[in-house]
């Protein structure tokens, strides 16, 4: 996504998606004077793929050839989580859950998914009676036919990342310029290296600590992406978002 100002007499008043250039939506929000805060979104990617830096400049391009007097200030990434059966999942955490809720699988669709999410959880925890709390229930079991292939789909991009990316040639450390970060070779390890703006290299384990595959660096954002389920950590392992719960560990070059 990329955000930034408009003069209030170029506002679109609304809401509006296009499949333009993959996807583009545009909308807008109070800001200060006679200025009007523009959001564009686009450029799905899978964490720890392709290069987000080309992706936010694209996004910017677009955005700024629609909108020739937007002055773009802020650019991030967020995650969509998909289910298989593309139905979010809102009530009870697991068959035994008592006071656990959850509310996600909104793929892409948060604003109205979480008004539902809100009104059904409501319901649920106030012991109203709701006609639609069992097409949402995180505990459904669906056909099994019917969701293999998405299923399986997912599992083989994982796997190939799994094995693949640990197939992959990787740079010296000697060639990391400030600002950037790579996997590299050192003692028979891989390890995700970050070079800062002063110059100083910092060493984590490249392994994602959540079931074991290898992260990517994001330079748009400066963190480790694994490609295989969404986590994100900082340059200093630390976790930012997504399934991991562990830090990755720290390495001495």
């Given amino acids: 996504m990329v955000a930034g100002t408009i003069p209030a007499g170029q506002d679109p008043d609304g809401m509006f998606i296009t499949p333009d250039e993959g996807i583009r ?11 009007r805060l523009l959001v564009v979104t686009g450029e799905h990617f899978t964490p720890g793929t392709g290069d987000p830096r080309a ?12 909108f020739p007097d937007l002055d773009v200030t802020h650019r991030w990434a967020t995650q969509d989580i998909d289910p298989t059966d593309t139905v979010p999942m809102v009530g009870p955490l697991h068959p035994g859950a008592r006071h656990a809720y959850v509310a996600t699988g909104f793929g892409g669709w948060g604003m109205s998914g979480g ?8 319901a649920q925890i106030t012991g109203e009676e709701c006609a639609w709390s069992g097409l949402y229930d995180p505990r459904r079991l669906r056909p099994a036919v019917r969701e293999a292939p998405s299923f399986l789909k997912t599992q083989a991009k994982v796997a190939g990342h799994f094995v693949g990316d640990r197939l992959r040639p990787v740079p010296p450390v000697e060639s990391l310029p400030p600002g950037e970060g790579a996997v590299v070779r050192a003692d ?5 290296v970050y070079r800062d703006d002063d110059g100083t290299l910092h060493a984590v384990s490249a392994r994602c600590t959540h079931l074991g595959c290898l992260v990517a660096f994001n330079g748009a ?3 480790w992406e694994c490609p295989c389920h969404g986590s994100r950590f900082d340059t200093d392992g630390k976790v930012i978002q997504g399934p991991a719960t562990k830090p990755l560990e ?3 070059l």
Avoid at 55 to 62: G, I, M, P, Q
Avoid at 115 to 122: D, E, I, K, N, Q
Wanted: glycine share 10%.
């Fill in 25 to 35: 939506s545009v909308r807008t929000a109070p800001h200060e004077g006679d200025r």
């Fill in 115 to 122: 008004m539902m999410a809100g009104r059904l959880l409501t």
């Fill in 55 to 66: 992706r936010f400049e694209r996004l910017s391009a677009w955005a700024i050839g629609h």
């Fill in 188 to 192: 028979g390890h891989r390890l995700a």
């Fill in 250 to 252: 720290q390495r001495d």
């Fill in 221 to 223: 954002e400066r963190a």
